[in-house]
């Protein structure tokens, strides 16, 4: 097992501009092989999808690679792998599909941890049928959302408990089999919003126990879409609002409009390069894909404690991430300072850790810090031991 953050480096343009990067969260920054990709289909012939042409072949070929790609990342079939322009747009596609099959008294699970986007569809979806909406709540000393949080707004009536894998804002990752044990158990359906925890750790959707699942692959080196699986019984029975003459089959139905080829592409190309983060891996590109994130785990491990340390002898400085499984992730703040000063001072120094809720508001607010939040520092497969030690540098300088 090994890993080369030099090696990715060099793939990445945007790094030579010699910042120091901690804005993987929100969005990672792109690697030569997935731009390539993206210019290989828009400069080849393309059109709509279809076998008489090669500009119709070449769409085709794009979409059917896109799909084993990402299915081989999720550990699902293809043929349950639906894109769309982002993560929060398939979430709200998927709520109002799902409410239609709920009635008043029928009851939905989020919870404060969550980002927004896996709360507010499930939330107006809800209340557009008239069923109620139940906060299972974390611990905010521990950052732990634990499996009693769920079970402590259960019943008869639930009918979808909806739950990050991992927080974007504190990086907590939740025991989502034994969550889904008790959604099960009650009969409800399991939601996972899986955007950071895709950057992270190789994704099951089966172990999970997720009946259906969402991630951005622009969060790991890839373009700007989002993507939903789940189940192929339980899309199979989904029917969208969608055009007369568009396709019926899944995932097809779920897909509105043409595809963007060029971006399917570059989804591709960056699981392709997730699959060689460990260059010792062998065997299926789902193995490979298993082996590189064992492989960035320990190395973002290891410089996760490097950075731990630091903040912990940082005079004034309170950290926010403490669950015991969690990303390297971490939210903090700096006494008698305003976060986005923080920040703002960082990017002084070259350095870009951006400070907000970042669009988890209610577990902002849980924790205490109000709608503005902290300071959020987040590694990526790229982030190298100089990077850790240039902020850690910034911060003394910033908090003196």
Not at 184 to 208: E, S
Request: charged content about 20%.
């Amino acid at each position: 097992m090994s890993f080369d953050a030099a090696a990715l480096r060099a793939l990445i343009p945007a790094l030579k501009s010699g910042s120091a990067r901690f804005d993987a969260p929100g969005g990672t920054q792109t690697p030569l092989p997935v731009v390539d990709a993206i210019a290989a289909a828009l400069t080849a012939p393309l059109a709509n999808r279809g076998r008489a042409t090669e500009a119709e072949r070449n769409a085709d070929r794009i979409v059917v690679e896109a799909r084993a790609a990402l299915g081989d990342l999720l550990a699902t079939a293809p043929e349950t792998v639906v894109f769309g322009r982002s993560a929060t747009q398939l979430a709200y596609d998927l709520s109002r599909m799902l409410a239609k099959t709920w009635q008043p008294g029928d009851e939905v699970v989020v919870t404060r941890l969550d980002h927004d986007s896996n709360i507010r569809p499930w939330v107006q979806a809800a209340e557009a049928v008239g069923a109620t909406v139940r906060w299972a709540d974390f611990d905010p000393e521990s950052g732990e959302l634990r499996p009693e949080h769920i079970e402590a707004v259960l019943s008869p009536r639930t009918r979808l408990v909806a739950v990050t894998a991992a927080s974007n804002l504190i990086g907590t990752r939740p025991d989502l089999p034994a969550v889904a044990a008790l959604a099960h158990g009650v009969g409800a359906l399991l939601h996972v919003d899986a955007v950071h925890y895709a950057a992270h750790g190789a994704v099951d959707l089966a172990a999970l126990g997720a009946d259906t699942l969402v991630c951005s692959p622009y969060k790991f080196l890839g373009p700007h879409l989002g993507v939903l699986t789940g189940r192929a019984d339980l899309l199979e029975s989904l029917r969208p609002d969608k055009l007369l003459p568009s396709s019926d089959a899944v995932p097809e139905r779920f897909e509105l409009g043409t595809l963007p080829y060029e971006l399917l592409a570059g989804a591709r190309a960056a699981v392709d390069l997730l699959a060689e983060l460990d260059p010792l891996a062998r065997g299926s590109r789902r193995e490979r894909i298993v082996a590189s994130f064992a492989a960035l785990e320990i190395h973002e491990r290891t410089l996760r404690s490097r950075l731990e340390d630091g903040l912990a002898a940082l005079p004034g400085a309170t950290v926010y991430s403490r669950a015991a499984d969690r990303t390297p992730t971490l939210l903090f703040t700096v006494d008698g300072r305003e976060p986005a000063d923080v920040s703002r001072r960082l990017t002084e120094h070259g350095v870009h850790a951006p400070a907000g809720s970042f669009y988890a508001v209610a577990a902002s607010q849980r924790l205490g810090l109000g709608d503005g939040g902290g300071v959020r520092v987040g590694l990526a497969p790229y982030t190298d031991v100089e990077d850790v030690d240039r902020l850690l540098s910034a911060l003394a300088e910033v908090a003196a």
